[in-house]
């Protein structure tokens, strides 16, 4: 990530999928260590910076953008996130977990609706 061109934040708030814990730790558990380090580096970096706006895959209706993160030295997965743009000050941050590379963005939408429970599947 380049810090430069990036929105800064101080702290915005991670958040992660309500009922979908189990889901989320058991896709990151089953990949390599180097994966599973740099997911946590990642999302050290998003508590301060934007996903890259390369990496972002579309808009839901509601306000949430998705994005299919690359994973450093994980080259078959992408992390799944979405901010809520609608919301006031930096917008909040919540990782859903992995997804493979191949067709990274409509698995990462479909998961993104499933996770916020949205009824509404408008894709821009």
Known sequence: MHPDIYKRYQKREIRYP??????????????????RE??????????????????RCGRLAGGYVVCAVMIPECK????????EVAASGPPPLMIHGAVPA??????????????RNLDVTEWE
């Open 18 to 35: 309500e009922g979908f814990e189990a889901e989320l730790v058991g896709g990151i558990r089953h990949l390599s260590i180097p994966c």
């Open 102 to 115: 191949k067709d990274s963005c409509a698995a990462a939408r479909d998961m993104v609706i499933r996770h």
């Open 38 to 55: 740099n997911i946590l580096m990642l999302e050290k970096e998003f508590r301060s910076n934007d996903p890259d706006t390369s990496e």
């Open 76 to 83: 078959a997965h992408r992390l799944v996130v979405s901010l």
